[in-house]
């Protein structure tokens, strides 16, 4: 059983156009990452949700936007892309503990976006 | 966050212990260092995390120094599979939501 899954795993596409990337967690976790791997495989991180609610978002442009229907699910649409939305993007999970405190992060197997 | 500063790549031998450092000068006392590591093709996956002791598990183990100003995570016998590239972070105890991903080490296991 996949913990952190994402679909499609590669997308091709062409400038301009809108597109979705969908993530699904089955380890109960109540929060949610999307991460952004460049060219040059640096990891950043773009938003986060704890319970479907907004924690993180890291200056990411106005075309990208999150959903969370649920706990299980966070999905990031993407609007007019761009040559340089080319990357690989990641979604985590992880659980809250107390406070301010979360375990460690499950990470999916990546969705590699390619803007022609 | 607290800066990481890690070399950009190590190389090993199968089946012989490798030590990846790690030097974070300007840790805090509340910074827990936390080690993640991304196989090719993969996403990041967690090995370990420390604050003061050092710690054991079944993939690694983690020293740290007594200042805490650095670590080391110790793969005891490196496989063809442990080759990676390897994060050291540090995350914040009073804000522990998200990762900062530096460069990381680039492990390369001789068979």
């Known amino acids: 059983d996949t913990a952190v899954s994402q679909t499609p795993k590669y997308l091709v596409t062409q400038m301009g156009n809108d597109k979705s990337i969908k993530c699904e967690q089955n380890?109960?976790?109540?929060?949610m990452y999307w991460y952004k791997q460049d060219s040059k495989k640096f990891l950043k991180i773009m938003f986060s949700y704890n319970n479907k609610e907004l924690i993180i978002n890291e200056t990411v442009p106005n075309r990208f936007s999150p959903k969370s229907p649920d706990k299980a699910h966070l999905n990031l649409h993407i609007n007019s892309l761009e040559l340089g939305d080319s990357a690989v993007y990641f979604c985590?999970?992880?659980?809250?503990?107390?406070?301010?405190?979360?375990?460690?992060?499950?990470f999916g197997p990546g969705t590699r976006l390619t803007v022609l | 966050d607290a800066k990481t500063t890690q070399p950009n790549s190590m190389e090993s031998n199968e089946e012989e212990p490798v030590h990846l450092p790690c030097n974070h000068s300007?840790?805090?006392?509340?910074?827990?260092i936390h080690w993640y590591r991304q196989l090719p093709s993969q996403g990041p996956e967690y090995v370990i995390h420390?604050?003061?002791s050092n710690v054991n598990n079944r993939m690694a183990s983690l020293a740290i120094a007594e200042d805490r100003k650095s670590s080391t995570l110790i793969l005891h016998r490196a496989t063809l599979r442990d080759a990676a590239v390897y994060y050291c972070?540090?995350?914040?105890?009073?804000?522990?939501?998200?990762?900062?991903f530096g460069k990381g080490t680039l492990l390369t296991v001789n068979p």
């Open positions: 420390g604050l003061t």
């Open positions: 380890l109960g976790h109540d929060t």
């Open positions: 985590a999970s992880s659980q809250r503990t107390s406070g301010n405190l979360y375990n460690e992060q499950f």
């Open positions: 300007t840790i805090s006392g509340t910074d827990y």
């Open positions: 972070i540090l995350k914040s105890g009073g804000s522990n939501y998200k990762l900062t």
